[in-house]
């Protein structure tokens, strides 16, 4: 089974609530695994942003 945002976004959620540990996709995280699991967060955010697999960058003003 795949990693989903969701997963980790409760995975981030339990530590931060006080858990010293929690168990995803039988991975077993910890306070020490925050870092992994915000990068794997915005990744996955990253990925699920488009289903097209492009991104959109914001507009920038025309120059004059």
């Keep these: 089974m795949a990693l989903t945002l969701a997963k980790v976004e409760t995975a981030i ?3 931060l609530s006080g858990a010293q540990s929690f168990t995803i996709d039988g ?6 695994s925050m870092d992994s699991l915000m990068k794997m967060r915005k990744q996955l955010k990253s990925e699920s942003g488009n289903a097209f697999g492009f991104s959109m960058s914001p507009l920038k003003p025309p120059e004059h």
């Design 13 to 15: 959620e339990a530590l």
């Design 27 to 32: 991975m077993s995280v910890t306070q020490n």
